[in-house]
């Protein structure tokens, strides 16, 4: 009943940036927090960033500074800007529709390499 797609993954040389777009669509009746979580080979899953309906936030201490996270409540869409980039922030990106749902996307590959 709900979808969450991610776009804006690709291969970014480090010291670069990139803009990650996720669009949540269906019967989201109440604006949700909505947050990106990234995964690693061999790696778990963790929360890069996070947003209330409120725009309240909260960041990863590994990318505080170089990561924003924001939203935009009228299309329930949420961005992450990434700047800075570091080869250890190639990962699966996944778009997290959260509180008061639980609903995930499919992931956005990002690769930071020369």
């Known amino acids: 009943q709900v979808q969450v797609v991610e776009s804006g993954g690709g291969l970014v040389q480090p010291g670069g940036s990139l803009r990650l777009s996720c669009a949540a669509s269906?019967?989201?009746?109440?604006?949700?927090?909505m947050g990106w979580y990234r995964q690693a080979p061999g790696k778990q899953r963790e929360l890069v960033a996070q947003?209330?309906?409120?725009?309240?936030?909260n960041y990863a201490d590994s990318v505080k500074g170089r990561f924003t996270i924001s939203r935009d409540n009228a299309k329930n869409t949420v961005y992450l800007q990434m700047s800075s980039l570091k080869p250890e922030d190639t990962a699966v990106y996944y778009c997290?529709?959260?509180?008061?749902?639980?609903?995930w996307g499919q992931g956005t590959q990002v690769t930071v390499s020369s």
């Open positions: 997290r529709l959260g509180t008061p749902y639980d609903y």
């Open positions: 269906g019967s989201i009746f109440i604006r949700p927090t």
């Open positions: 947003i209330t309906s409120g725009r309240l936030t």
